[in-house]
């Protein structure tokens, strides 16, 4: 496990203990005969995030008939899936940094990170097929392939003004919160879980999907590299609008941001601007508003848990998660 | 179905018949709500190829019990996997045209190349999951993530000039006769042919496969625009060394061709002048011969196949492929 990952989970050492297999498994999985190749999706894996996805799978699974051995390996998928898609995202902002690191498409060039994305992709459904049911496998093809389409609508809503703030929650539903919602929901169903719980945990995924994207949005607004581990304003500069610009938009009465944003590329000077006018038309507070609403839900269904100690780890790892400054 | 195709099968009514249902399960898998999506995907299906692979699957399922309504779902599969692969090739080697037409990648840019070949690839996943068997499933994985591999491997080699013809030959092994190997597989054992007969009948599509990929190299050196549908020495430009080239070098003597490889790019006269070293030191005459063992085997199998009707449609189709003019 990196460093990131193992300080971020200190608090919980069983919880550690097993996201540090799931890493292992991970590791595991990308095993190729060509050494450049491994080396690459290695350094991809070590440098990788927090282990999210797979904790909250890990944690969700606890809520019922907890088996390590039949979760590890799916939490480890969800991950590399995971991965996979970022490495492609990548390419497509043709980002320099992910996680304070340099991006596989910066480092590698475009043709490997296509190519690795595809491979880890295609390896992942390998380990599906061994690991679970036909139905669960539809169930992360369908995920899948949501994010792709979420992604299509963002690319092909650049430098677009009037993309209204339902689009934008669909979007966002499409390309972070599925794959949240998806890995509560594998935790407790191959858990045994019941039906209601299994509703009940998917909806914890969910919500905390919807506010950590809307953060994350946010904070190209109003972060600085050092804390998000990106450039600020890069997905403004690319024309991708979200939700702050978005609400902004709506009060921009004297169109001084309708003019700005016409402009064909945007300057540094410009971005700076568009932040300025974003933050004085509200838009800024507004996308705080929306992402604790969000994140309201998220303590709601968790309050409806059972009483175990992983209903308060996930109390506190949401509360680490969404309730951050920005 | 396109008219290439219409044409293509225009001897083999039956056969044709069943690659139009193919082709409109294509159509059917890649609809979604945004339409400019669907049309991109629409019109990569229609100035599609020739449905070889779904041709040799279903060729191969008359060898069995033949069933239709089984087949074709998997057909459909096989070829819009193949389509994401080319979708995702185009982008790495920045190919303006594919089958004599604009790539995905050229007309509507890189970003919507990766997005529509992950949607396709997810999608495909998601039709299977629905068609067949985990086991199944695992299979067409493996294959993907060896043309990933195969693929990696080229570029990773490119500008090398040591890359021996067994090496290359693993390459295409795992970039395109695997594809065609599984094809015929698949048709086979879903219409539960004999074990034996599987196996024949995969060895077939490997070897035509092969044959397949080296004719195309080789026309790389020697066809047209019009005969081959994209540039000539489009291969040799991007650093891709294959079977001519790789012959040559082992009797570059005078080290001519050593030398000229060893620029860090080629102009049009230096791809002309590679061309003209590469016949002259035999490579294509080579690389013909080696194309022409692969054939033979391809024929070899064939004629150990059961007599019926699919077996001279076999025959002929692999004559149709293999000994073309190059």
Same mark, same amino acid.
């Given at each position: 496990?990196?460093?990131?990952?193992?300080?971020?989970?200190? #608090?919980?050492?069983?919880?550690?203990?097993?996201?540090?297999?799931?890493?292992?498994?991970?590791?595991?999985?990308?095993?190729?005969?060509?050494?450049?190749? %491994?080396?690459?999706?290695?350094?991809?894996?070590?440098?990788?995030?927090?282990?999210?996805?797979?904790?909250?799978?890990?944690?969700?699974?606890?809520?019922?008939?907890?088996?390590?051995?039949?979760?590890? =390996?799916?939490?480890?998928?969800?991950?590399?899936?995971?991965?996979?898609?970022?490495?492609?995202?990548?390419?497509?902002?043709?980002?320099?940094?992910?996680?304070?690191?340099?991006?596989?498409?910066?480092?590698?060039?475009?043709?490997?990170?296509?190519?690795?994305?595809?491979?880890?992709?295609?390896?992942?459904?390998?380990?599906?097929? %061994?690991?679970?049911?036909?139905?669960?496998?539809?169930?992360?093809?369908?995920?899948?392939?949501?994010?792709?389409?979420?992604?299509?609508?963002?690319?092909?809503?650049?430098?677009?003004?009037?993309?209204? =703030?339902? #689009?934008?929650?669909?979007?966002?539903?499409?390309?972070?919160?599925?794959?949240?919602?998806?890995?509560?929901?594998?935790?407790?169903?191959?858990?045994?879980?019941? =039906?209601?719980?299994?509703?009940?945990?998917?909806?914890?995924?969910?919500?905390?999907?919807?506010?950590?994207?809307?953060?994350?949005?946010?904070?190209?607004?109003?972060?600085?590299?050092?804390?998000?581990?990106?450039?600020?304003?890069?997905?403004?500069?690319?024309?991708?609008?979200?939700?702050?610009?978005?609400?902004?938009?709506?009060?921009?009465?004297?169109?001084?941001?309708?003019?700005?944003?016409?402009?064909?590329?945007?300057?540094? %000077?410009?971005?700076?601007?568009?932040?300025?006018?974003?933050?004085?038309?509200?838009?800024?507070?507004?996308?705080?508003?929306?992402?604790?609403?969000?994140? #309201?839900?998220?303590?709601?269904?968790?309050?409806?848990? =059972?009483?175990? %100690?992983?209903?308060?780890?996930?109390?506190?790892?949401?509360? #680490?998660?969404?309730?951050?400054?920005?």
């Amino acid at each position: 496990m990196n460093n990131t990952a193992f300080k971020f989970w200190e #608090k919980y050492p069983s919880l550690r203990s097993d996201l540090g297999e799931v890493h292992e498994l991970m590791k595991d999985t990308i095993k190729v005969r060509d050494k450049d190749t %491994e080396e690459i999706l290695l350094d991809m894996i070590d440098s990788g995030g927090k282990l999210l996805r797979p904790a909250f799978l890990l944690l969700c699974g606890k809520f019922g008939k907890y088996s390590k051995k039949k979760l590890a =390996p799916l939490a480890a998928v969800i991950e590399l899936l995971h991965m996979s898609t970022l490495v492609h995202d990548d390419i497509i902002d043709d980002a320099p940094l992910r996680r304070g690191k340099q991006t596989v498409q910066a480092s590698k060039g475009k043709t490997n990170a296509v190519l690795l994305g595809d491979f880890l992709f295609a390896r992942c459904f390998m380990l599906l097929s %061994e690991k679970t049911s036909m139905k669960f496998m539809r169930l992360v093809a369908k995920v899948i392939s949501q994010i792709c389409l979420g992604e299509m609508e963002q690319f092909s809503s650049k430098y677009q003004q009037n993309v209204s =703030p339902r #689009k934008y929650l669909k979007r966002i539903s499409a390309k972070t919160a599925a794959l949240f919602s998806l890995s509560c929901y594998i935790g407790a169903i191959e858990s045994k879980c019941n =039906p209601k719980l299994i509703a009940n945990l998917s909806k914890v995924g969910f919500n905390t999907g919807m506010a950590f994207q809307i953060i994350d949005d946010i904070l190209d607004y109003s972060g600085s590299v050092d804390l998000v581990g990106k450039a600020v304003g890069h997905d403004l500069e690319q024309g991708i609008f979200t939700i702050p610009l978005i609400y902004a938009l709506k009060t921009d009465k004297n169109k001084e941001l309708t003019h700005l944003l016409s402009k064909s590329s945007y300057s540094k %000077e410009d971005v700076s601007a568009i932040i300025q006018l974003t933050r004085e038309a509200g838009g800024i507070k507004r996308a705080q508003t929306l992402a604790e609403k969000y994140t #309201k839900k998220a303590f709601h269904y968790i309050d409806m848990l =059972p009483e175990k %100690e992983e209903k308060n780890i996930m109390r506190e790892l949401v509360e #680490k998660l969404l309730i951050r400054k920005y």
